[in-house]
């Protein structure tokens, strides 16, 4: 093992590699990322930073603070991917130091490392962390509140936990930073895992656990994070007669949590399957996990690894359990839980290096047990790759055609299982989870950057825009029923929304640059009624099983001929 000085370094050059390589490559994606960036640049434009408004209209889903962040970026690298994702990515960076170092004064080094890689190098840090949404502020701010919580005494002493007024303060900051991220969740979830952890950490000691619970000042932490978040909140409320605050608290805080909003289901098993994926190359032991923590709590002979666990289970329980029970579920809504499950993996896996996993301790032969465990694991690590390899090409023929060469990533975690199968039958166990972890960040690097970018380059709005004979500010740009949010930001104009094929028949005739977007479910409806010399200018596939059309006038000598015409 590399020596303590140098492990920040081994973590920042992993979660590095993960998150900037090609940020910029893959198109925006899904809704959530152009509407983040279309916000944002709207605040840029408009020198307006308090009330959030998308294609000019007021925009209550989210607070403000990822697009302030989101100026900064624009500000460095301009305003494309690069731009809008820059903050989600650095900061991504930022947690998976923040989980180092938490491991490190909980566990000790050793875990403390391999915790930050795998916060570094698991597929749901190459997806959310380089996404251009609010989840990756969040997670690093309740990240900074959980690490100043155990800076200040939090999960590493036996007797009554006693935060300091400016610990508290301290994690009340972080928190009133994630209320501004993402609303009351951001300070909520914090303080019921530490609440919890208090209550538990009362069992066998003295003192009662309303003792232990003040001792934790959350009236402080409650205090310094709406002294944080309030003032914006405040002025928000007073610029938009309170519709910003009625639209986001009732509507997109207790209406996702009370009922499902916009397909987004599942049942209590929905979680368990995101971590699973979001986890993975890791998360091949993720039960395996779960049972040597189990086997530490039950343990009365280390108080401090105990304690440690206990904290990171209430972690874990505040988050997780906390939105299996909302109506609305999305994977983006427990990555603030993957730091604690970061470390929890590399509490097993580096026990497992020392032969000291406690779950095996009720086999006859414990040592003989966790060696199986482990082959399992790798088992399926060289089968998943093996899924990859065979899986990407196929997919690639449908929606990236010429991209058939991806399935070698899949090569990555197969040869990575073999090395670790190897490297544990010659005894060298830490050189197992070396090899995991160097393919580990290889592929979720490729995956998220080159693969990503092959299977976007032909796909959607991006490119309808790219083919443009004109800039797309001088057109007049409307699209039927819905407007997809990533035309918002690749067009940079204000979408008008028709309702009818005759709106759309108007509009062409109106506007000599009038430009209007259907799919391709639509075509024989708007075909009926299109006036003469418009037809289709451009068409382009989705990763579903319609196309966007491009309707506008047809030139009258075109370098290039257009798709067809509407029949």
Known sequence: MPAPRFHGWFVVAAAAAVLLFRLGGPALWDDDEPKNAACSLAMLDSGDWVVPTFNGRLRVEKP????????GGYTLCGRNETGARLSSALLTIGTCLLTWRIGCLLLGPAVGLLGGLVMATC???????????????????????????????????????????????????????????????????????????????????????????TNLRPLTILCVAMGVALPWYAWVT??????????????????????????????????????????????????????????????TRDDDRRAATQLLVCWMLAWIGSFSCAGTKLPGYIWPAYPALAIGTALFLVDWARGRVACFDWCPDPGRASELVMRLAWSILALTGLGFTIGLPIAAAQFA????????????????????????????????LATVAGGACLFVTLMASIAAESFSHAQGPRTLVEQLREPSQDCRWACLWNVPPSLVFYTGALIEKLDTAADVADHLLRHPLARVVIDSRQEQLVGSVLP????????????????YLLIGRLPLVPDDPPLALLQ
Request: proline share 5%; charged share 10%.
């Open 64 to 71: 403000p603070l990822v697009n302030w962040l989101q100026i």
């Open 123 to 213: 597929v749901g840090t190459a997806v959310v962390g380089r996404a251009a949404t609010p989840d990756a502020p969040l997670t690093f701010f309740t990240t900074l509140a959980f690490y100043l919580f155990v800076c200040g005494g939090g999960g590493r002493d036996t007797g009554c936990t006693r935060l300091s007024a400016w610990s508290a303060a301290g994690v009340g900051m972080a928190c009133g930073a994630a209320v501004l991220t993402k609303g009351p969740v951001g300070v909520v979830l914090p303080l019921v895992a530490f609440l919890l952890f208090a209550i538990w950490r009362q069992s066998g000691t003295a003192g009662g656990w309303r003792e232990k619970v």
């Open 401 to 432: 055609p010429g991209g058939e060469w991806l399935g070698l990533f899949g090569l990555i975690p197969l040869v990575a299982a073999w090395i670790a199968w190897q490297c544990q039958s010659h005894g060298a166990r830490q050189w197992s």
């Open 238 to 299: 007073i610029r938009t007669d309170g519709l910003w605050l009625h639209g986001f608290l009732i509507v997109h805080n207790v209406g996702r949590f009370t009922a499902t909003m916009e397909g987004h289901s599942g049942s209590l098993l929905y979680y368990p399957g995101i971590v699973a994926i979001g986890l993975f190359p890791w998360s091949i032991v993720l039960a395996a996990m779960l049972a040597h923590a189990t086997a530490v709590l039950r343990s």
């Open 532 to 547: 003469t010399g418009c037809g289709v200018l451009a068409r382009v596939p989705t990763l579903t099983n319609h196309d």
